[in-house]
């Protein structure tokens, strides 16, 4: 009889420890690249920022070569673009040689650059140097370094001399300057172009400054202590909430920008299926002319004890709301009970509102020339029911349109909006009609914002 035998053990391979490959979409404590564009990352390269005030890039044609500045040849020959207040990433300090024979002291360093600026082997840049004396370099080498996954630029340079020692060649380097440009690190770290022309850098900033006093100015005249929200002005006896409105304003006026964002409240309204249809404020948050065509476009007022039925929806009722903006003609193809119906909505429109004070634009000061005709500047916002805007912005009639509704089309379609345009509407804000401030506000901070990440 056979003897059963267990079988032999093998001894347990230890397995190897595989990487845990991060997803593209990594969040966590330290960063997020869902929301936070990695190329952004290049602005914290290693080495000690140094800010120099004019950097000259030599600019390379069919006709010329690289080589150093020559006060004999004309700009045809050889031109430059300039670069005003370039941060370079110094590797090492600047050190002085001393030629024995020649008793010649050079100075020479190395940097980094970032990688949207490719410099070229005789570039030349103005810095402060010790002694508050300013002194002009020259790029003798440029390699191409990886740093993450982008790409910088690595440089060695020389000092020339001091500036005011060689006035004749530093005019040559200005005479022969085609085009002028601002760095910007803010506009860097938020991936954006980090250098604009010296024209467009000054109105991107005056447009931002004037984004931060329309916001603390719209959140100081329509916010009441009363609701703790948003109201609508001028119309005596009448709380009126727009959810879509302040909806909008929550993700688009961080707390951060404007810390008075946090005494508002936001009133629950996810109950009614109806006021979570596309409507005007949800298509420029996606950035989606299809909601415009899809959405409603019509609003109408509703009281807010119809919603007292429902446990959410009865808090509008309870915050002393009397009346909430709510669609005119929902979309009720989905329907299928009777508790689904949307609520009558009240048929008595908006008042009219005036300006700050009572004082009004007049019909010549809300006039705009655009390629030789005159157009309005803005229409009053709610006109027969459309929403915010009016017939002509949503049946896409271009001819008929208000400036602020033409630039609004460009925006939802991508497209580059006009400065001067957008500084006139802006201009124009403080003395609007109240309800037009109240409408058009947003819509204005949105609009700077998009010029300034458009902006090249």
Known sequence: ?????????????????????????????????????????????????????????????????????????????????????????????????TDQETQFTSVEGSALVYGFLEPNPNDYFIAEVSHLRKALFRVTTVDRVTWRRESVFGIQFTMVDYVDRIPLQVQNLKDKTTSVYVFSKDRLMENLNPYLRTETYAIINDLNNAR?????????????????????????????????????????????EFPDMIKIKQLPTDGDQYLRQPQFWKAILDRDPLQIQLGNQKMALARTDLFLRNTWLKTLFAARMDFIVYPKTPDISLVSGEDLLPKPTFKEGLKMTTGVNGMDLTPEQKMYVLDGQEILSYKYPNEDDWYVMSQAFYTGDRPNMSLIELMTTDYLNDATLDLRQLTHLINLYPRMERLAQYYYGPLLMCLTKYADQKAY
């Open 212 to 256: 931060k006093k329309i916001g603390d100015y719209y959140l100081s005249a329509f916010s009441y202590t009363s609701t703790r929200t948003l109201n609508m002005p001028g119309q005596p006896g009448k709380r009126i909430y727009d959810c879509f409105l302040v909806d909008f304003c929550m993700a688009t006026m961080g707390y951060l």
């Open 1 to 97: 009889m056979a003897i059963a035998q267990s079988k032999p053990t093998v001894p347990d391979i230890p397995k190897p420890t595989l990487p845990h490959a991060i997803p593209e979409n990594f969040m966590g404590l330290t960063y997020d690249n869902s929301q936070q564009p990695i190329t952004s990352l290049i602005s914290y390269v290693e080495g000690a920022p140094w800010t120099v005030d004019e950097y000259y890039r030599q600019i390379v044609g069919q006709h010329n070569d690289l080589k150093e500045v020559d006060v004999g040849l004309s700009p045809e020959y050889q031109s430059y673009s300039k670069i005003v207040k370039l941060e370079l990433r110094l590797q090492q300090e600047l050190s002085g040689q």
